[in-house]
Structures are given as C-alpha cells and as structure tokens.
C-alpha cells in the first residue's frame, strides 16, 4: 500500500498550495484513493476518497474543499452531487463523460487506468468532469492523452517502469508531461512527489 506525501503548487506561477497526505490500494474490485489537504499554513484544506473499477470508472467519489462538499460516481456518464458550507441546498449534474478530474494525482492515475494506452499510439481523447479549486466547482473539460514511452529504472527495491505522457487541454492547447510509476505521479504539473514509503502498486493489463 503507497503512501506518502505531494507538494502542490500552482502550475503557472509556482506558488505553493500545500500538501496532499496520501495512502492507495489495489484491491479486488479495483482502486481506492484517500488523502488530506495540507494548506501552506499547516491548517486543513479539505480531503478525497476515491474508488474505481477495474475498468477505471469511479464508483464513489467524495471530495471536501473549502466545507463545500461534492460525492459522485458512474452512473449514466458520471452524477454528482455538490453540497454548500451550510448545507443548505444541494446542486445535481450530471455529465456524459467516464471520469472526474481535479488537482489530485488521483485523478491523473484513474484516467490513466480508464484509457490503457499503448506506449507510441496515437492520443486518445477523453471528457472529464473537472472539480475546480477552490470550491469543487464541476466544470467539463476535453483532453488528449498520449503514452509517449515506457521506460525501466533500476531502483532499491528492484526494477521501476514509469511512464511518460503526454496530456493535451483542448480548450486551451497547453500540453502538458505527466510521469506515473505504478498507482504513484512521480511528477506533473504543479504536482511533485516528496516522499514516498513504500513502491507503487502495478496494476493489472
């Protein structure tokens, strides 16, 4: 089981965002995710417990931000439901897409594991549900994923294959270079890996 700990920043003008505290899993109906939100200041900032299938698809997801709360999962594309401070009123969407994403490396991982790309094809697009900071605010995005190549490193613990791809917004053109290890992003995008206990988890073809 990995677990360990990200630095966040912001991908443009590098300020820091805080901490992701994390630990993950394969198990026998797919994948589960749990983290918590580190501010910059030490205070709490939010949480995410999410799990998919062996096909990648969310079955729960539950993320905390800003007391704003959001619980979803694959049903007719993806359904959620996003919940104010007060909890006052509760809004619906849903969205015909496979997956959600976010500033978590847990998402780069679930769509990474929904695609199954082979190193050299050509980019695969995909519709995602973006939870935006800092209020979980759903909003529909495009992107392109390409798995660019497939290397072996010579680790402590025995040989690492890690993975680079290519992520392109097509909303915006920017293109983007993810490295993944396993169930692990060694780096991303305002993402980057600080300590790690133990190896990634190796998913199944």
Do not use: K
Request: proline residues 9%.
């Amino acid at each position: 089981m990995p677990r360990g700990r990200y630095s966040l920043h912001d991908p443009h003008d590098h300020t820091p965002l805080g901490e992701e505290h994390f630990h993950c899993a394969p198990g026998p109906s797919g994948w589960r995710y749990v983290s918590q939100l580190i501010a910059p200041d030490g205070e709490h900032r939010g949480s995410l417990d999410l799990a998919i299938d062996e096909l990648g698809r969310p079955i729960r997801l539950e993320a905390n931000a800003s007391s704003w709360q959001v619980r979803g999962a694959a049903i007719d594309g993806v359904t959620w439901v996003r919940t104010d401070p007060l909890g006052a009123e509760a809004t619906e969407g849903n969205v015909r897409a496979p997956g959600f994403t976010g500033t978590s490396p847990a998402f780069l991982i679930a769509t990474a594991r929904l695609l199954r790309l082979d190193p050299g094809a050509p980019a695969t697009r995909v519709r995602l549900v973006a939870l935006t900071d800092p209020v979980l605010a759903p909003r529909t995005v495009d992107q392109a994923w390409a798995l660019l190549r497939r290397e072996e490193h010579a680790t402590d613990s025995g040989p690492l294959l890690v993975d680079a791809y290519q992520v392109s917004a097509l909303d915006t053109g920017e293109v983007h270079t993810i490295h993944m290890a396993g169930d692990v992003v060694l780096s991303a995008p305002g993402i980057e890996l600080e300590h790690l206990e133990t190896p990634p988890s190796t998913f199944e073809r």
